[in-house]
């Protein structure tokens, strides 16, 4: 059986490919009944979401994932109900997003350094004067032939070293959890698998995490293999963290597209959904 419950998803107000109301429309259709929108460090795609959510009689649950810089790497920490209108929240992520577009030029200055013009342009263009992230230079490498597909583009342009790259100055994670809380919300450690932290550094971070007022780890992801959820589970156990489960998705032709194909918890572990005031109790 596959999890109802979905607690981490991205829409085009950030760098999904579905508008809000498709991404609620199509979780609906594969049989999620409680999803997380959780876009990057950007909370204007919730109110659509919620009103698509009320049409289909789905629940939602308003969420974010920041962006976070913590010993030189980025970390994604996930924040489950929280308040959109919390003015701590939204003045941290307007931070954040000044960042993001000046990051943006920038990569774009470097890649034009190289010879690879225009990227930064058609990236804007595809972000439509939303959010701009990576996934849009990607797409934008993608169409002018650099790469046959997007996971090629992080490898050869993206990534720390690369032409590309430029380093991120993001929230502390002492402040991103911060502002979680201060929305009346519950941070979640985002894909612990995907950062390649050695595991004293993942029990390092979880200690700052914790100590910053950070209550749960995502233990089932669409970014993370079953293997790392078995690895992961006896840390949260250890940490008494609890487990949250999200799909993560982005769009359709990402090759892990677990909408609604979500694997159950380990059933050692607390759901973070309990921490949640959710309608219906769509643990299944
Ligand atoms: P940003 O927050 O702008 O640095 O962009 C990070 C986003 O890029 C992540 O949220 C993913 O959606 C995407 N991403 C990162 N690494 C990869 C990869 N190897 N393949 C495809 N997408 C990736
Ligand atoms: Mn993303
Ligand atoms: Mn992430
Ligand atoms: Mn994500």
Partial sequence: MYLTIDLHSHSSASDGSLSPTELVTLAHRLGVRTLALTDHDELNGLAEAAGAARLVGMELVSGVEISVS??????????????PESEALQQGLVRLRQFRHWRAEEMGRRLDKQQIGGIYERAARLAQGRIISRTHFAMALVERGYAKQVGEVFRHFLRAGKPGHVAGEWAELSEAVGWIRAAGGVAVVAHPARYSLSRAKLCRLFEAFIDAGGEAIEVVSGSQSAEDAARLAPLALKYRLYASAGSDF????RPWHLLGRLPPLPNTLQPVWQLLELDSASAG
Avoid: A, K, N
């Avoid at 913590?70 to 308040?83: A, S, Y």
């Fill in 70 to 83: 913590w010993e030189r790497q980025t970390i994604h920490i996930v924040g489950l109900g929280i308040d």
């Fill in 250 to 253: 982005h769009s359709e032709d």
